[in-house]
């Protein structure tokens, strides 16, 4: 693996994030579609200083001193930031706020407050804003104030009439208040950021004080949680007990507008101790992952909705279990309906024949249908066991709330150990019908969440087969033994690839088989999708696929460490990236096996976390029809010429000449799965 080469992680992330930029660049594009992605862009960026800025703000100091035998990337990854913030100004600042005046709608960016609104504007400063304001002297001893992650704040400079200066902080409430307000005119309609309606009625706050200075900052810290492998109490109260210290964590990212004085610079960075922070000048305005709330109500500013089609005409006659025990069942989301996966667990819930109900869940809407269908099943003497991974970043607080309701009603609530998570997407349920135990599932390769399925793709399959489910429930009893690992629990999985088991091992005997085929001059392709790509493992073998001649058409999202198109090394090697309406998250893998191709779709990722440090599960395709269905959904992925890009050997996004007939993949699978519905 040595004489391998492969991209830094954090460096293609960012680039991953730079596509996201592309689109809102694109003139094409509705228009509140394009600041929706400079939205996601600002969130994204928001995550990465979260992070990953801590891992190499450790690695940049660990390399200063000698002490790293990893790449020190941290002025590269800065580099690579500035430039993609100055985008985001030009897109912005430079196209989206002019083009957004021919709708007559007025976004006042670091501009006076109209004479025509300004009495709207202080009004709603008095009775709505005003109640959230809590300046504190920085000199007040008796003050500890401690700036929270990622929430807004004035420094305001103050003089007194007597000349005397103090320092005070603003909190900007876009917590408790929502970012923008608009006003409506005879001329169109005004929006004002909340900043902008403080910063106008500071005199309102500081009546005997003359400003000096008020810029705004913002301070981004470490979201990691700090679980101890040996704790030996309630998971679920350590991870609440973490969860209070998340926005306590170490600074890593100092935000503050331009024309900041260096000594105030210096008086703040001493002040909240941000000296090892990344210190970034950035523009008037933070969060601005905010847009995605600015209040514009034009359907024609934004794309056309796709209603979701029915998947299946499965009768409403007879049970939905019966169903599947006729035929396998696959869903597309959001392409198609979540309805029928609702059915199931609803079903599940209330069919007296079933007895019991195991389901893994790591994230789940807030108000999640299918936790209230487990909650109902428990409340109807149904034995329901869950596994709830309480680890799943940002989503902890409502992983525990849903834990304790069905833990009140009786759920057998399983948690993973700190050192292990749960990824895997599976649900089994088991009915008692005529004397006999009936088994059906579902597998995933997405959450079981009807918020996230609106707009991530997924593939869902409903499944009798009884080889797939035997081996579901010898892992839903791995889990209910809370292990460290699978060392000392052997499980001879056949079909399914369960990481911890053999996942891994068996795509490397996936991949060997297509280069054993190349070797003999047979037609050996591999075809992956997938998020992120980083396991040097796996990505080693795919390049000795590439050397033995088997061609490789990769579909990655998001991180990719395998450097394509480089001679002598992964020259058969090619990468696509799709960014369009839908948030691509399905993984799929296809072997071609001679012509009979093996087909996985699951929820594994190649990381180094997916790997080594979670439980996956991918399920083989058996059903022809599926399995048609599936190459077809990513032989058009592979086709597109509109949304996709080519990533190059430096992994930049290099568009692809649209020559027709164009492919937008997207549009594409919708309008196939829409012309099936007269099958």
């Given at each position: 693996?040595?004489?391998y080469?492969?991209?830094?992680?954090?460096?293609?992330?960012?680039?991953?994030?730079?596509?996201?930029?592309?689109?809102?660049?694109?003139?094409?594009?509705?228009?509140?579609?394009r600041?929706?992605?400079?939205?996601?862009?600002?969130?994204?960026?928001?995550?990465?200083?979260?992070?990953?800025?801590?891992?190499?703000?450790?690695?940049?100091?660990?390399?200063?001193?000698?002490?790293?035998?990893?790449?020190?990337?941290l002025?590269?990854?800065?580099?690579?930031?500035?430039?993609?913030?100055?985008?985001?100004?030009?897109?912005?600042?430079?196209?989206?706020?002019?083009?957004?005046?021919?709708?007559k709608?007025?976004?006042?960016?670091?501009e006076?407050?109209?004479?025509?609104?300004?009495?709207?504007?202080?009004?709603?400063?008095?009775?709505q804003?005003?109640?959230?304001?809590?300046?504190?002297?920085?000199?007040?001893?008796?003050?500890?104030f401690?700036?929270e992650?990622?929430?807004?704040?004035?420094?305001?400079?103050?003089?007194?009439?007597?000349?005397t200066?103090?320092?005070?902080?603003?909190?900007?409430p876009?917590?408790?208040?929502?970012?923008?307000?608009?006003?409506?005119?005879?001329?169109?309609?005004?929006?004002?950021?909340?900043?902008?309606?403080?910063?106008?009625?500071?005199?309102k706050?500081?009546?005997?004080?003359?400003?000096?200075?008020c810029?705004?900052?913002?301070?981004?810290?470490d979201?990691?949680?700090?679980?101890?492998?040996?704790?030996?109490?309630?998971?679920?109260?350590?991870?609440?007990?973490q969860?209070?210290?998340r926005?306590?964590?170490?600074?890593?990212?100092f935000?503050?507008?331009?024309?900041?004085?260096?000594?105030?610079?210096?008086?703040?960075?001493?002040?909240?101790?941000?000296?090892?922070?990344s210190?970034?000048?950035?523009g008037?305005?933070?969060?601005?992952k905010?847009?995605?709330?600015?209040?514009?109500?034009?359907?024609?500013?934004?794309?056309?909705?796709w209603?979701?089609?029915?998947?299946?005409?499965?009768?409403?006659?007879?049970?939905?279990?019966?169903?599947?025990?006729?035929?396998?069942?696959?869903?597309?989301?959001?392409?198609?309906?979540?309805?029928?996966?609702?059915?199931?667990?609803?079903?599940?819930?209330?069919?007296?024949?079933?007895?019991e109900?195991?389901?893994?869940?790591?994230?789940?809407?807030?108000?999640?249908?299918?936790?209230?269908?487990?909650?109902?099943?428990?409340?109807?003497?149904?034995?329901?066991?869950?596994?709830?991974?309480?680890k799943?970043?940002?989503?902890?607080?409502?992983?525990?709330?849903?834990?304790?309701?069905?833990?009140?009603?009786?759920?057998?609530?399983?948690?993973?150990?700190?050192?292990?998570?749960?990824?895997?997407?599976?649900?089994?349920?088991?009915?008692?019908?005529?004397?006999?135990?009936?088994?059906?599932?579902?597998?995933?390769?997405?959450n079981?969440?009807?918020?996230?399925?609106?707009?991530?793709t997924d593939?869902?399959?409903?499944?009798?087969?009884?080889?797939?489910?035997?081996?579901?429930?010898l892992?839903?009893?791995?889990?209910?033994?809370?292990?460290?690992?699978?060392?000392?629990y052997?499980?001879?999985?056949?079909?399914?690839?369960?990481?911890?088991?053999?996942?891994?091992?068996?795509?490397?005997?996936?991949?060997?088989?297509?280069?054993?085929?190349?070797?003999?001059?047979?037609?050996?392709?591999?075809?992956?999708?997938?998020?992120n790509?980083?396991?040097?493992t796996?990505?080693?073998?795919?390049?000795?696929?590439?050397?033995?001649?088997?061609?490789?058409?990769?579909?990655?999202?998001?991180?990719?460490?395998?450097?394509?198109?480089?001679?002598?090394?992964s020259?058969?090697?090619?990468?696509?990236?799709?960014?369009?309406?839908?948030?691509?998250?399905?993984?799929i893998?296809?072997?071609?096996n001679?012509?009979?191709?093996?087909?996985?779709?699951?929820?594994?990722?190649?990381?180094?976390?997916?790997?080594?440090?979670?439980?996956?599960?991918?399920?083989?395709?058996?059903?022809?029809?599926?399995k048609?269905?599936?190459?077809?959904?990513?032989?058009?992925?592979?086709?597109?010429n509109?949304?996709?890009?080519r990533?190059?050997?430096?992994?930049?996004?290099?568009?692809i000449?649209?020559?027709?007939?164009?492919?937008?993949?997207?549009?594409?699978?919708?309008?196939?799965l829409?012309?099936?519905?007269?099958?």
């Amino acid at each position: 693996m040595d004489h391998y080469s492969f991209f830094d992680r954090d460096l293609s992330w960012l680039l991953f994030n730079e596509r996201i930029l592309m689109e809102a660049g694109k003139e094409t594009l509705p228009l509140m579609e394009r600041v929706n992605f400079l939205s996601i862009f600002s969130s994204n960026l928001d995550e990465f200083y979260r992070v990953r800025m801590p891992v190499l703000l450790a690695l940049h100091n660990l390399a200063k001193h000698g002490n790293s035998e990893k790449e020190d990337v941290l002025l590269e990854a800065q580099e690579l930031i500035g430039h993609q913030q100055q985008k985001f100004g030009q897109v912005f600042t430079g196209e989206i706020i002019p083009l957004l005046k021919a709708p007559k709608i007025t976004l006042l960016f670091n501009e006076p407050i109209p004479n025509e609104i300004a009495d709207k504007v202080s009004d709603y400063f008095y009775s709505q804003v005003m109640a959230f304001l809590q300046p504190i002297d920085l000199a007040d001893t008796k003050k500890n104030f401690f700036p929270e992650n990622n929430r807004l704040y004035f420094l305001v400079n103050l003089q007194a009439e007597n000349k005397t200066e103090r320092n005070v902080i603003l909190n900007i409430p876009s917590n408790q208040l929502p970012r923008f307000y608009g006003v409506n005119t005879d001329d169109g309609q005004y929006i004002v950021f909340l900043d902008d309606i403080i910063r106008h009625n500071l005199d309102k706050l500081f009546k005997n004080e003359v400003l000096t200075g008020c810029y705004s900052i913002k301070i981004t810290r470490d979201a990691e949680l700090d679980l101890d492998d040996e704790y030996q109490g309630d998971l679920s109260e350590q991870v609440e007990k973490q969860l209070l210290k998340r926005d306590l964590g170490i600074a890593t990212r100092f935000l503050h507008q331009p024309g900041v004085p260096l000594r105030t610079l210096h008086f703040i960075t001493d002040k909240f101790n941000l000296q090892s922070s990344s210190v970034v000048e950035g523009g008037m305005y933070h969060n601005l992952k905010d847009l995605s709330g600015l209040p514009v109500n034009n359907p024609s500013l934004r794309y056309t909705r796709w209603a979701p089609l029915v998947g299946y005409h499965v009768s409403d006659a007879g049970s939905l279990f019966d169903h599947i025990e006729t035929r396998d069942y696959i869903f597309h989301t959001p392409y198609q309906s979540y309805n029928t996966i609702l059915r199931f667990f609803n079903e599940a819930a209330t069919d007296i024949s079933v007895k019991e109900i195991s389901v893994t869940l790591y994230r789940v809407a807030s108000d999640s249908r299918i936790v209230n269908a487990l909650i109902s099943a428990a409340n109807n003497g149904k034995k329901v066991r869950v596994m709830v991974e309480l680890k799943a970043r940002f989503d902890e607080a409502n992983n525990i709330k849903w834990a304790k309701k069905m833990k009140a009603v009786g759920v057998d609530i399983i948690y993973s150990n700190t050192a292990l998570k749960v990824h895997a997407k599976i649900a089994l349920v088991k009915r008692q019908v005529d004397g006999r135990d009936k088994y059906s599932g579902l597998l995933a390769t997405g959450n079981f969440n009807e918020s996230t399925a609106a707009f991530y793709t997924d593939h869902i399959m409903m499944t009798a087969n009884s080889l797939l489910l035997r081996e579901m429930e010898l892992l839903f009893m791995f889990l209910a033994k809370g292990k460290k690992s699978a060392d000392g629990y052997p499980i001879d999985f056949k079909h399914l690839l369960v990481a911890q088991f053999n996942l891994q091992d068996r795509f490397l005997v996936l991949i060997d088989q297509e280069i054993a085929n190349a070797k003999q001059g047979l037609p050996a392709f591999i075809t992956i999708k997938l998020n992120n790509l980083e396991e040097r493992t796996l990505i080693a073998k795919l390049y000795e696929a590439s050397q033995a001649g088997v061609k490789i058409s990769l579909i990655v999202r998001s991180i990719c460490c395998l450097i394509p198109g480089v001679q002598g090394m992964s020259e058969n090697i090619t990468i696509k990236r799709i960014v369009d309406r839908y948030l691509e998250h399905g993984r799929i893998f296809i072997f071609h096996n001679r012509g009979d191709e093996k087909v996985f779709l699951g929820s594994a990722d190649w990381m180094n976390r997916n790997i080594y440090r979670r439980v996956e599960v991918c399920f083989p395709v058996y059903d022809n029809h599926i399995k048609a269905e599936v190459l077809q959904l990513i032989n058009l992925q592979l086709n597109d010429n509109v949304q996709a890009v080519r990533l190059n050997n430096e992994l930049q996004n290099i568009n692809i000449q649209p020559i027709p007939p164009l492919v937008q993949s997207q549009k594409a699978i919708y309008e196939f799965l829409k012309s099936k519905l007269n099958d």
